[in-house]
């Protein structure tokens, strides 16, 4: 069945892509894969092999020229990005510099902030769980990367959608930061049994939290293998990438 106004009580799913194309300009990537539920996929291989392509395709923030999106049994090809069971962390973080740490979190329950004291407790809740407890009256521009980070995955948390969609949102932090995030998502979205698709670069990443690893390579994406099979027997196109 299609998607329409699609609810969710934020359980995990099974995210498919089905003869799916997606284009943007001469570049073309295609991908007929099926990302686990509630585990972890990595999505790796060389920069401009389509990555951060397919997840904005998932997102809903590029229209496929042909084929499918489905989370479970339900059809999210043609759904606006607000209205997928999907939430995204950027390598920016996206967050409002007008607006206060709270309010930047809020916006993943009420993009109009009119919150009730439930879901304000809720958000409150959400800092306190990434470690800004207190910290919810100060604006982005007054917090350190990592913070800015933390603050991200806590609207992800209270968003509470089945799959959650990593676009290398911690790259710029520090080699134990970067660590400490992927934690945090470990801890937090894989322990409450979301379906995590991440880019990265780095092949520890993978090895730190991801059950599964996918090539992206010469326009197409690979199944996914589970991480040490791949990784300790890459084949020629992933040996090159990591030299």
């Known amino acids: 069945m299609r998607c329409s106004g699609f609810v969710t009580d934020g359980g995990a799913g099974v995210l498919r892509c089905e003869d799916l194309v997606l284009r943007q300009g001469a570049f073309s990537l295609r991908a007929d894969v099926v990302f686990a539920r509630s585990k972890v996929t990595a999505l790796i291989g060389p920069s401009g092999a389509g990555k951060s392509t397919l997840l904005a395709g998932l997102a809903g923030f590029l229209p496929p020229a042909s084929g499918r999106v489905i989370l479970d049994d339900v059809d999210v090809t043609e759904a606006a990005p ?4 999907i939430s995204m962390l950027f390598q920016d973080n996206n967050l409002f510099p007008h607006l206060s740490v709270a309010q930047n979190v809020g916006l993943g329950l009420r993009p109009d ?3 009730s004291e439930e879901e304000k407790n809720h958000v409150a809740t959400a800092l306190s769980e990434v470690g800004l407890a207190g910290l919810d009256m100060r604006k982005p521009a007054a917090l350190s990367g990592g913070q800015q980070s933390r603050v991200a995955l806590a609207r992800v948390l209270v968003a509470n959608r089945p799959v959650v969609l990593l676009d290398e949102p911690f790259s710029a932090l520090g080699p134990a930061l970067k660590d400490e995030m992927l934690d945090l998502v470990k801890s937090k979205l894989v322990a409450a049994g979301k379906t995590v698709v991440m880019i990265t670069h780095d092949p520890a990443d993978a090895r730190r939290i991801a059950d599964m690893v996918a090539l992206v ?8 293998v589970a991480t040490d099979v791949l990784l300790n027997d890459p084949p020629a196109a992933l040996r090159a990438y990591l030299g």
């Open 217 to 224: 390579d010469a326009g197409e994406v690979h199944a996914p």
């Open 82 to 85: 607000g209205k997928r069971p």
């Open 113 to 115: 902030l009119r919150l």
